[in-house]
């Protein structure tokens, strides 16, 4: 088994989940006593949200690539970013190891690609939704995407920064998102990606009039393919 350098901390919650998908994934596939052979780099996600508040990505940039050069000096074989606005760090990142870094976009468009859908809503943080980089790597992947709505992106940084990234949800956070994904279903979209790695704490993935792509799952699994050596959507 090869070893994982997971980038979390970004937010704390997120990466727990990280760490569930791919020991459940690691023990689907060897059984017995297996875990997963995983390194993590746990940042202070006040800092790295100080940074990206300000639209600091230098600062951002910082911690980030520090996490990735003390993950491969700890043996990782692979990285994985545990947060989908940071992956607007994955350059500077790839530049400053020498192992690969699995974005969470290609990862998710492979999905898509798989499965034949070609029109989705991207859902996800105001930096993520608006992202015109995240955009145009997801549009590469050969599907269209439904205008960012900037409203719905404040909303959801409230209900990411207020409560998920700090292990909470509530009601309302959930009957928000049930509505919205709703209107969205009247929309000409075949699906709808999840580009929040907190947000599968208020959306019930697996009950909603559109098929729902979770971000985080998707980016789990393909960090567990690559440990075991599996073809990529061989563990979906």
Not at 198 to 224: C, F, Q, R, S, W
Request: net charge negative.
């Amino acid at each position: 088994m090869r070893k994982l350098g997971l980038i979390g901390g970004v937010s704390w919650a997120s990466t727990a989940r990280y760490y569930e998908i791919i020991n459940k994934a690691v023990h689907r596939r060897l059984g017995g006593l297996h875990s997963a052979r995983l390194g993590i780099e746990s940042l202070d996600f006040a800092d790295v949200a100080r940074c990206v508040t300000e639209s600091d990505w230098e600062c951002a940039g910082s911690h980030v690539v520090g996490a990735a050069r003390r993950l491969e000096d700890g043996g990782a074989e692979a990285l994985l970013i545990c947060a989908n606005s940071l992956h607007r760090l994955y350059d500077p990142v790839v530049a400053a190891v020498k192992i690969p870094v699995i974005h969470i976009v290609d990862v998710i468009g492979a999905r898509l690609r798989a499965d034949a859908v070609k029109s989705v809503a991207l859902i996800g943080t105001s930096n993520v939704m608006l992202d015109k980089s995240y955009r145009q790597r997801l549009v590469r992947q050969g599907v269209t995407l439904l205008p960012g709505d900037p409203e719905l992106g404040r909303r959801i940084d409230s209900i990411v920064y207020d409560e998920l990234s700090t292990g909470k949800s509530s009601r309302e956070a959930e009957r928000y998102m049930k509505s919205e994904l709703t209107d969205i279903a009247k929309e000409d979209v075949k699906a709808v990606v999840l580009a929040c790695t907190e947000l599968e704490m208020v959306v019930d993935v697996k009950a909603n009039v559109l098929p729902i792509y979770d971000g985080t799952t998707i980016h789990a699994l393909a960090g567990a393919e690559f440990m075991l050596g599996e073809t990529p959507g061989a563990l979906a």
